[in-house]
């Protein structure tokens, strides 16, 4: 019988602190997370599961799993570990890959599945009555959007950590963008989470902007090991874009400043 894991201390904080600073979950909403059955998505799980238990306010937790029909990966695995967690599962299957290979060139495939896994989790979301989606991009995937798009697009632009899409009647959360990738990794780890595996079996090829990202960020890292506090105060205004009860960045603290408080305490939605 699967049991939720209590995550790291320092996972709970930054977590947490994200929630409060961006007012992420009010009272009564219903989440919706997105999970992919990735290491990010499967410790989101956990640690709202974890905040839901001891929170300031009262919410509810669902998860959806889109799969695009790829043939490589069986996504129905993670339907007994939810339902061991007691946590109300969507799963949806739809054939995006044949969808794409049929009408679309090779640049624009991931583009493409992208926005379709969107908006059918913004479906779901609506035919089951939830208030806000959550996705577990974390720090290090914000910090390299920001430079991917700075870079290549010529514009000081990141994913945000609390907006509502265009049509209004949904809110999406992030709330690991404090948190760095080899938090989640450690803990996917201690915890044996059952990380499904996301490989693309297409003729498109592999992603190489955001690796090169990552090893970038890697090695000015290793000459700065302050690096990511900073990037955090770069990132706070673009992060904030989208609601007006975000505080900037001279509002806030950055992760990890000196004397944090508990991350419950510090959660005033």
């Avoid at 790829?70 to 967690?85: E, V």
């Avoid at 505080?247 to 419950?264: H, K, L, R």
């Amino acid at each position: 019988m699967t049991q939720p894991t209590r995550p790291s201390r320092s996972l709970i904080r930054c977590t947490g602190r994200a929630i409060g600073d961006f007012r992420m979950i009010r009272e009564g909403d219903r989440l919706l997370l997105g999970l992919s059955g990735g290491k990010d998505s499967l410790t989101l799980l956990h640690l709202l599961l974890y905040f839901q238990a001891r929170a300031p306010v009262r919410f509810e937790l669902g998860a959806v799993t889109i799969d695009p029909q790829t043939g490589l990966t069986d996504k129905r695995a993670l339907i007994p570990y939810l339902d061991d967690l007691k946590v109300p599962y969507h799963y949806v299957s739809e054939p995006i890959l044949e969808r794409a290979e049929k009408h679309l060139d090779n640049h624009s495939y991931c583009a493409f599945c992208s926005r379709m896994r969107r908006g059918l989790i913004y479906r779901t979301a609506r035919e089951h009555g939830y208030t806000a989606i959550a996705l577990g991009q974390h720090l290090d995937d914000l910090a390299e959007s920001f430079l991917m798009s700075a870079f290549n697009g010529g514009r000081l632009k990141t994913m945000k950590a609390h907006y509502r899409i265009e049509s209004g009647d949904l809110r999406v959360i992030r709330p690991l963008v404090y948190a760095r990738e080899r938090q989640i990794q450690d803990f996917a780890h201690a915890a044996a989470l059952p990380i499904q595996d996301e490989n693309c079996p297409t003729r498109y090829g592999t992603p190489t902007q955001r690796p090169r990202m990552k090893a970038l960020l890697a090695r000015e890292e290793a000459d700065n090991p302050h690096l990511f506090k900073s990037l955090v105060r770069t990132l706070m205004p673009l992060m904030s874009v989208g609601l007006d009860d975000v505080p900037q960045a001279d509002e806030a603290d950055a992760p990890g400043a000196a004397n944090p408080t508990e991350a419950v305490v510090s959660w005033k939605p």
